[in-house]
């Protein structure tokens, strides 16, 4: 991967990960017993490992976190032509996920606070915009059903939970959080994932903690459990008979995966110890740097600092920062798009949003790698510095 011009040290990833643990051992072990395929002991084993890390009872893993996102949704009752709140802020996954089931993702703006669903705009989204007629809560603009609300833990920064599930309640909408980059964070002491209904993480390559690829939904709610599973397995009703009692989908996770996403598991606090002090070391960098800001850390947070990401307020062009970093072999990247602007979603509502775009505009992020080493992260301060700086 490392490539041959690079300069002294070589390219620096964004997020790479670190296969320091047991995963060869698992991997082994995979081969010599034939477990390589869906199903097999580590399967349950990382299901659970995760659970536990959400403070959950279950855990259900599939194919990735995409997957495990529309499961989420399936389970919790989402209906076509249903809508759901998303943050405009956020990877496209979230909202597909919700199309995935035929329902309509409405876009409401994030919080300067925390970079994640505003629950204000929210809140006043919800009783401005909405009525109460036969069949639920109606979205005047639309006439649809509004169902579910979908926090997005942006960046590993937990959303602002207690105001959002309370309107939540208050309006009857089941909540499903998107914890995909936020394993190992917590909203006041409480771990993310065990806030709302159901939550669904990701073991992507460029996560935290990695399987190669997957996901898993937690919930402490049986029946919840018990209706992902049978969604994920093809609706499959016995284990000795092909009888299926509705269209379900192959979203099983292969023990080759789960064993990798074991051995990572067993490193987390390792991972979460490391991106902290890698954060704590770019804060202190670009501290002092004129209109320059870091990404929001509230003090009820505790964020997994997934990928660390600075604004650039009017001192330079996002895009030319990045440019500049990958011309001294330094992977950065701007943040996601807000979806409302995207063509794919462009006929669907978005609610005042505003600090999704402003955000978008000034923001990079840059290697946040668990195994960054402090030679290359001096090496990636002084590249921006250089830049910001000249
Ligand atoms: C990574 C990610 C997903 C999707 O996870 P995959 O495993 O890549 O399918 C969903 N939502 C967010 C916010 C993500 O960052």
Not at 286 to 306: E, K, Q
Request: aromatic content about 8%; glycine content about 8%.
């Amino acid at each position: 991967m490392r490539s041959e011009d690079a300069p002294a040290g070589g390219r620096i990833p964004l997020a790479e990960p670190t296969l320091a643990g047991r995963e060869r051992q698992y991997l082994e072990e995979c081969v010599r017993t034939g477990w390589v395929s869906s199903g097999g002991p580590f399967v349950a084993r990382f299901e659970q490992r995760v659970a536990e890390s959400a403070a959950a009872r279950h855990g259900i893993a599939a194919v990735n976190g995409t997957a495990a996102l529309h499961l989420s949704l399936l389970a919790t009752g989402i209906q076509p032509d249903d809508e759901v709140l998303v943050p405009a802020l956020t990877f496209i996954a979230s909202a597909n996920a919700v199309s995935y089931c035929g329902a309509h993702p409405v876009f409401v703006d994030v919080s300067p606070d925390t970079w994640t669903l505003d629950p204000e705009k929210v809140s006043e989204f919800l009783e401005r915009e909405c009525e109460w007629r036969p069949g639920g809560l109606i979205n005047r603009a639309s006439g649809r059903r509004i169902r579910a609300l979908l926090p997005v833990h942006v960046l590993g920064h937990p959303a602002d939970c207690d105001p959002l599930i309370d309107a939540a309640r208050r309006h009857d909408l089941r909540v499903v959080e998107d914890v995909c980059e936020a394993l190992g964070a917590s909203y006041k002491n409480r771990p993310v994932g065990c806030l709302g209904d159901v939550a669904a993480f990701s073991f992507n390559g460029n996560k935290i903690v990695t399987a190669g690829g997957a996901g898993v939904v937690v919930t402490d709610d049986d029946r919840l459990a018990e209706r992902v599973r049978h969604l994920s397995t093809q609706a499959r009703t016995s284990p000795t008979e092909y009888f299926h009692d509705e269209i379900g989908f192959n979203y099983r996770l292969t023990n080759v995966c789960a064993a990798v996403g074991l051995a990572q598991m067993e490193q987390l606090p390792d991972f979460l110890a490391n991106k902290d002090r890698i954060t704590a070391r770019y804060r202190e960098a670009f501290r002092d740097l004129p209109g320059v800001t870091c990404m929001p850390s509230a003090p009820w947070a505790r964020s997994s600092n997934w990928l660390f990401t600075i604004r650039l307020g009017g001192t330079a062009a996002a895009g030319g920062l990045v440019e500049r970093l990958h011309a001294s072999a330094v992977e950065a990247r701007r943040l996601w798009c807000p979806l409302h602007l995207l063509p794919v979603y462009r006929k669907a509502q978005a609610y005042r949003v505003e600090v999704a775009e402003a955000v978008y505009a000034d923001a990079v992020s840059l290697p946040s790698s668990v195994g960054l080493t402090a030679e290359d992260q001096e090496r990636v301060i002084d590249c921006v510095l250089a830049f910001l700086s000249p």
